[in-house]
């Protein structure tokens, strides 16, 4: 516990330490039913899926309070820029029996739902001896987890088993939980609640509530490429890029959106280390777009921004991160350009590389060569945009799926 507490004081690695460790009161949450609903979530990606989730709800009409938990800084972020008032969010709690029972004490949950693969053994365990329904969603296992879970069958059979239903992303996802001792009867594949997001960022963007982008000053004829969710090693590939693009093409704009906004001083050091000319987002709110490199600083602009590029890549796959969400570009009717590091969308890359809808590459001459050539040959990529268009609007309704089973927990209805 000593070495714990000072590790996150050294690295800053976990947020809100004192909410962390019990101090929570009740006092700061604003009651207003009898069914409160607990989602943990811990970084960016879970929260994305529990906005999927809690927008289904509200389409159910159900009447109960929401809390939404996060164990990372930038998920707390996004999660209260996301819900608002609407949602209490919450730092999670370290897995401690005292801790976990102060938070059941002070939120008195009726449903506890764990995303994808947040499965802490304290909490499991005494809510479900306190009678609180817990449900797996979005729930997801790459090989890598399986193997070390397997290591330790015994425990985790145990963990699984405080797990009232569960609902996964695939089905491979669904035999893993299974053979490490996860009742059949209670678990079901439902799909990927995160890709029903982009169908409605799309509408929303479409409308007249849409978050409207600053003016980019885009020129009838201009190339423009949309790198989005990007890790270290990225910009400086994605920079190489745009300065072979340039040399093809008359006019190229190239917008970066990095995954983590905390990296911007480092991408902004290396551009400027680099001598290389670049407009933040931000600025382009008071100012015009002088730059062909724009660098994306606030969140909440990614849809929008691939609703206007003529191409895109999907960051974290070019670096080994795991890979991002490639339905995002292609809801809009643009093919997505992802690179080998795709283990956490492995579904989604396997559908699309089955459809012709998407775009492995291996390196920056690869995505380079890969817009020349499509460049070049307009109605084999405009082929390649409608496929990759009906295939994500193919993969919506895992959210209202496993909404199904909030329901059957409130109402108290047996899963099996």
Same mark, same amino acid.
């Given at each position: 516990m000593p070495f714990f507490i000072l590790h996150c004081l050294v690295t800053r690695r976990h947020a809100n330490l004192g909410q962390r460790f019990g101090l929570i009161e009740s006092a700061r949450f604003k009651w207003r039913h009898s069914t409160r609903i607990w989602l943990h979530a811990a970084s960016v990606g879970e929260v994305q899926a529990a906005k999927a989730l809690i927008l289904a709800l509200d389409r159910t009409g159900l009447q109960a309070d929401l809390v939404v938990s996060t164990v990372t800084e930038q998920?707390? &972020?996004?999660?209260r820029q996301q819900f608002g008032d609407k949602v209490s969010c919450i730092y999670a709690p370290v897995d401690l029996p005292w801790v976990i029972r102060k938070f059941i004490r002070v939120i008195q949950p009726s449903i506890y739902i764990c995303m994808e693969t947040e499965l802490w053994p304290?909490?499991?365990?005494?809510?479900?001896?306190?009678?609180?329904?817990?449900?797996?969603?979005n729930g997801r296992m790459s090989d890598r987890s399986f193997r070390h879970y397997q290591l330790i069958g015994g425990f985790m059979k145990q963990i699984l088993g405080s797990i009232s239903a569960a609902a996964t992303i695939s089905t491979a996802d669904m035999e893993k939980f299974i053979a490490l001792g996860f009742a059949r009867r209670n678990i079901t594949v439902s799909g990927n609640a995160k890709y029903d997001n982009d169908i409605r960022s799309r509408k929303s963007t479409d409308s007249k509530h849409k978050p409207l982008l600053p003016d980019l000053n885009i020129g009838q004829g201009q190339t423009v490429l949309v790198a989005g969710s990007t890790h270290s090693g990225?910009?400086?590939?994605? &920079?190489?890029?745009?300065?072979?693009?340039?040399?093809k093409f008359h006019d190229v704009l190239t917008i970066i959106a990095p995954r983590h906004l905390k990296r911007l001083p480092v991408i902004e050091a290396f551009f400027r280390e680099k001598n290389i000319q670049f407009q933040k987002l931000s600025e382009l709110k008071i100012g015009e777009r002088s730059a062909h490199i724009v660098l994306v600083d606030y969140m909440g602009t990614l849809a929008a921004l691939y609703s206007i590029a003529d191409f895109a890549f999907c960051g974290g796959s070019l670096s080994d991160r795991g890979g991002h969400n490639i339905m995002e570009p292609a809801i809009w009717g643009v093919p997505p350009f992802y690179g080998p590091y795709m283990k956490d969308f492995a579904d989604a890359a396997r559908l699309f590389a089955k459809k012709k809808a998407g775009f492995k590459i291996n390196s920056g001459q690869e995505l380079l060569d890969k817009i020349v050539y499509f460049a070049a040959h307009r109605d084999e990529y405009r082929r390649a945009g409608q496929a990759a268009k009906a295939l994500a609007l193919s993969q919506q309704g895992a959210a209202d799926r496993q909404v199904k089973l909030i329901l059957r927990a409130v109402r108290g209805q047996e899963y099996n």
């Open positions: 998920g707390q &972020i996004v999660a304290n909490m499991l365990r005494i809510a479900q001896k306190r009678g609180i329904k817990t449900l797996l969603l990225e910009e400086e590939t994605l &920079i190489q890029v745009h300065q072979a693009l340039t040399q």
